[in-house]
């Protein structure tokens, strides 16, 4: 029942798998970078519509190289590295050029939002003031592998449906669908194993369906009205508190009746009507 009503929020919040591997033949690939250091294994995890196929930690730079190759114009992606891993004041450069993008962090990540042009090979370098905060170096053949907890902003990340759809991940309708996700649909441990087990899912049809938007003018005003119900729905959630579990079932079956009303219920009164006419 749980899985059933958190359905229609997670379609358009959820991000962000733990495992690598291909999501689209197109486009839409996961990658869990290990980076070893100190003894440590340190999990980076991305998304994006481009490969990364190398990388390289230096850790008296604190700089993380990430190789890239795209088969695309837009690219579009996401890295999420752990602050025990690099932390502080962080600064991008893009094939040797200095690359503002939106950077999040918090006591356990740090999310990089990645938006740039240019199909073939890239390389980005992600600088940092401190690297290895709070790490005690191991000997080689103790080990410790560090992946980040599943708190509410480890799960986190950008709608790349919504982000198409609107243009920028600054879009008031892309931030509201964030503030949902982080305030509301991951306030449950319901909701957080949830988005944990939908994402891949989520990311087998989204990359694609994004591109298809900046290809297709068309195709993104569709999708827009489409979605527009659903997320005037969805802003109910910022103006209520989900305090339980019993919470997050009574609203979110709300929720799910509303939506069904919209995109089930009127579109088969208004053929109903029109066949009696005829």
Sequence with gaps: MKIILLTLIALSVILSPAYGQFLSDATGLVNRLDVQSAGHT?????????DIYDYDFNRDEKLLTL????????????????????????????????YISKINSNEKITFITLNFTGSGDNQLKIFATEALSGVTEKPQDEIVI??????????????LIATATYGTELAPQVQQLREIRDNQLLS????????????EFYYSFSPTIADLERENTV?????????????????????VEINSELDA??????????????????????????RKKL
């Design 146 to 159: 560090n992946v980040p907890e599943n708190d509410s902003n480890s799960n986190g990340g950008g709608c």
């Design 67 to 98: 190789y890239i190759s795209s088969g695309l114009e837009n690219n579009l992606g996401e890295v999420i590295i752990p602050t025990n891993l690099l932390s502080g004041n962080f600064t991008l450069v893009l094939n040797d050029q200095e």
């Design 188 to 199: 449950t441990d319901s909701g957080t194993n949830f988005v944990n087990s939908f994402n």
């Design 219 to 239: 195709f993104k005003e569709f999708v827009k009205l489409s979605i527009t119900p659903m997320i005037s729905s969805l802003s109910i959630l910022n103006y």
């Design 42 to 50: 340190f999990e980076v995890k991305t998304v994006s519509n481009f």
């Design 249 to 274: 079932i009574a609203l979110g079956s709300s929720l799910i009746l509303l939506n069904l009303g919209m995109y089930v219920g009127i579109p088969l009164s208004v053929i109903v009507s029109l």
